[in-house]
């Protein structure tokens, strides 16, 4: 147990730490940026992730999974807050000229990305994981038309015991969502932060655990950089596509869709 | 013809460990080009001395870039602006004439400032203490070939082994961390067979004694490996950090120290 505690009390403990949960964190944001861009497949597919999601995993799992990634990011903030702490105290007399000579800008404002995002996380779950962000619940009819549409699956609507499964319109509450032009600013302003923050964290997190040296350091700054564009350019894209009419809410839940439509023809 | 000009000096004077330092400005003319900045410093405490002032003291030895003694961050930059030297070996013709020069020590809570430009970096020698040293056969020395090292090995335990334990690394460090000078310090040891016996232990020994001494941690930015006169790389840290993940995850099953 000791040994415990003198890991986690050293920097280096600390800054493993880190690195394992910011690897899952990024692994997460990845997975998630997947799961978003369904959207433009239709709603009846975005729809049906949802319901995958929530219904046909069991909600331990789900659960399960909700807890070990706040666990994480508790972890990780945990990490960073102490660590700051501790580098402050290192330096009580500043100098009063100091160059930076060649850490990137992504890599000193982490505390600055980080604490925008979490702030961001904090928004992003009430606004659509707790739905209860004033004005935006989505769930109430007097705000919206009812968000419970059929569950679509190659275009026909799922049945079972002789009942159509209904599910949430999530493809609606997203473009609800990012109708409203600051809820969408602050979505690409903070992914645009994430960006920052990956393209140091994810090579980062290869150097605190030991795994870099110079050659890879070199790649895995770039494949950094185009993690960080990939995940920013994956989110972004949905609200500005909201904003430019490209995505269109549908009260049916995808039914009504021309792709749906067809493959109703066909079936019959 | 030499070319001389004419300096600005913005130098932290401080009598002790207790008092407070300020900046002193002073002008200092026909600076040969040709001197090095160590010697520019002699030059100014020259005309100090002579207006029956205190001279400017500083930290020096071998002015050659060997010893590690000179300590001064340059313009906001730890040993000045050239990559790969130490103040000793930076000379005047990487400025101008008119310039205004803005000299100060290092700044880090381990490192208190003794008087103007010196200061104290005992604490690195506790973290040599701490394990840096290898167990030894005493008695006549063995034969030079007796194990043979890869020239790989060699070669990389001698780039870390380049460390002169300046401590630029922690004065340019935005958190005052000594990870690169202990990180050099254990994988030079810890990468040679001599090293192998202590070698767990000698890495949770010196990050141990490098956190207690209250240097900060590392945020892989990089800076140390810009300031360090050396070039020391920052595969040193990467290194350090696994050996630091070995060394607990052995100590957590079978304790080592």
Redesign the interface.
């Known amino acids: 147990m000791s ?2 505690c ?2 986690v ?8 730490l880190m690195a394992l949960t910011g690897l899952v964190l990024v692994l997460f944001v990845m997975g998630h940026m997947l799961g978003n861009l369904q959207i433009f497949l239709g709603a009846e597919v975005i729809n049906a992730y949802a319901y995958k999601l929530h219904y046909v995993l069991p909600s331990s799992a789900l659960w399960g999974i909700r807890i070990f990634l706040l666990v994480c990011i508790a972890i990780h903030i945990w990490a960073a807050v102490t ?1 700051t702490l ?19 800008y992504s ?2 404002t ?1 505390r600055m990305s980080g604490i925008i995002l979490l702030a961001f996380i904090v928004f992003h779950i009430a606004h659509f994981t707790a739905r209860s962000v004033p004005g935006m619940q989505y769930e109430e009819a007097g705000v919206l038309t009812p968000m419970e549409v059929p569950l679509v699956k190659h275009g026909e609507a799922v049945m079972k015991n002789g009942h159509g499964v209904m599910t949430f319109n999530v493809n609606d509450m997203m473009i609800a969502g990012f109708q409203v032009w600051w809820v969408s600013a602050f979505y690409i302003l903070a992914t645009g932060l994430l960006c920052m923050h990956l393209t ?1 964290g994810f ?2 997190m ?9 050659l890879w ?1 070199k790649r895995l700054d770039r494949v950094a950089l185009v993690y960080g564009w990939v995940v920013f350019l994956g989110f972004a894209i949905i609200p500005l596509a909201t904003l430019a009419g490209v995505l269109k809410s549908d009260p049916t839940g995808g039914l009504a869709t021309e792709s749906a439509a067809i493959i109703e023809t066909h079936s019959k | 013809m030499e070319k001389t000009m004419n300096l600005t000096l ?1 130098v932290w004077r401080q009598k002790n460990r207790l008092s407070v330092g300020q ?1 002193e400005t002073y002008q200092l003319s026909d600076v040969s080009e040709d001197s090095s900045f160590l010697e520019m410093l002699d030059i100014l405490s020259e005309q100090l001395v002579a207006d029956g002032h205190e001279p400017v003291a500083f930290d020096h030895d071998c002015r050659e870039g060997i010893c590690g003694m000179c300590s001064m ?1 340059i ?3 730890p040993h000045g602006p050239e990559n790969g030297t130490t103040a000793c070996q930076l000379h005047m013709r990487h400025f101008h004439d008119g310039q205004t020069i ?1 000299i ?1 020590p290092w ?4 490192f208190p400032v003794i008087k103007d430009l010196v200061v104290d970096r005992s604490p690195l020698d506790k973290i040599i203490q701490a394990g840096g040293f290898i167990t030894a056969r005493a008695g006549s020395a063995v034969d030079a070939n007796a194990m043979p090292i890869a020239k790989q090995t060699a070669d990389y335990a001698m780039d870390a082994a380049a460390c002169i334990g300046c401590g630029a690394c922690v004065a ?1 460090c ?4 000594a ?1 690169l000078f202990t990180s050099a310090k254990v994988a030079h040891m810890n990468s040679l067979p001599q090293g192998q016996p202590e070698k767990h232990r000698r890495t ?1 020994a010196m ?2 004694t ?2 207690g001494e ?10 140390c ?3 360090c006169p050396k070039n020391i ?3 040193m ?9 070995l060394a ?1 995850l052995k ?2 099953f079978e ?1 080592v120290a």
Request: glycine share 8%; charged share 20%.
């Open positions: 040994s415990l003198s890991f009390q050293s920097t280096i403990g600390r800054k493993i660590l501790d580098n402050r105290k290192a330096r009580p007399q500043g100098y009063q000229e100091k160059k930076t000579i060649q850490a990137s890599s000193r982490m140091h090579s980062s290869f150097q605190s655990v030991g795994l870099r040296n110079t350091r | 913005r900046f961050t313009n906001g930059q803005t100060e700044r880090a809570k381990p340019a935005p958190n005052a961390s990870m949770l990050v141990t490098m956190d209250g240097f900060g941690g590392c945020t892989n930015i990089g800076e490996e810009a300031s790389p920052l595969d840290i990467a290194h350090l950090n696994r050996d630091y993940a607990q100590n957590f304790p």
